[in-house]
């Protein structure tokens, strides 16, 4: 018989920075500021920065007019970051010949970036960076892995995507302007940003962030145990809605998933700012039917499974909702019973 459990789990948190940590910041006037100077040049860095800051009495108010202002003026470039790709790949077992070209490609990078006010990820990272320091806050820029549903990744990938960390009330925390600022969309084939600025890669939480960002340098997790890159690589699809409501699937650790039919499958998922949601459903698609389950709820802790049978066999991926929203995928395989 098909039937779904919600249970809760006590577990313990990690402490590391994320963006509710500030809730009792209203961001408004940051975002206001940030809203006011829409269109600025990027001509006089220091000028600029001081516009978005001066009026602003915390640093994790003037480090949000930043990153809103450069989340809603800079525009992704997709052929910036195919040709990065590109020479990434050709260099890919001559990494001083890729640092050569990269050196040697930056200085028509930010040229494009104070022109045109398009780049790729690096060029998003750098302008973070650099607006940061000149508000006096400690920010650098962190290269690594970025993983989405249209990115696929191998143990032989090279790095393809920046983001920041950025060090507040003495406290390191993560951020994704680039995909804060929009999404590539095919318009006829062709290529083509659209600007749709998204919050939850704003200071997101490092169990988030761990999910569809791979640091090379391990500190940059800001976790104790960071995972290894083949962990990284297998686990499931995390979609930007899951930062929207802090929940983080923590097990299964592996995408790809077999199990037989009439037996029962536990999917645990993590609520990071420990607010539990009542409206989680499975979404089930196969090749032949699309099937939601809705749970019903009891209780709210810190983790909450969802353990579920399936009675057909064959192939699902298997959606995990928060009312419309997909916040994470899992692919599984339903076998006859032996």
Known sequence: MKYLLL??????LLGYG???????INFNKADSIALKY???????????THKLTTHLATDVEKFRAIYTWVSTNIENDYNSYVKTKKYRSKFSKDRAAFLEWNYNYTPEVFKNLVAN????????AYLIREMAILANIECEIVDGYGRTATVSLSKDSQ????????????????????????KILLDDGIPKFKSEYYDGYFLGAPELFIKNHYPLQSKWSLLKNTPTFAEFISGPLV??????????????????????KNESLTF???????????????????????EEVKIETNTNNKTCSLTYSFEKTGLYDVHLRINEDIIATYVVKVKRNK
């Open 7 to 12: 249970l809760f789990i006590c577990c313990s």
């Open 18 to 24: 994320q963006q509710s940590d500030f809730k009792s």
């Open 38 to 48: 829409k269109g600025a040049s990027l001509k006089n860095l220091p000028v600029l």
């Open 117 to 124: 006010k398009k780049t790729a990820c690096t060029g998003y």
């Open 159 to 182: 790095p393809n995507h920046s983001w920041n960390a950025v060090k507040l009330n003495n406290i390191w925390y993560l951020c994704d302007a680039t995909w804060s600022a929009g």
């Open 239 to 260: 979609y930007k809605e899951a930062y929207n409501w802090n929940m983080a699937p923590i097990y299964p650790e592996c995408m790809y998933l077999a199990t037989t």
């Open 268 to 290: 645990n998922l993590q609520m990071l700012n420990n607010e539990f949601l009542e409206n989680l459903s499975l979404t089930l698609n196969s090749k032949t039917s699309k």
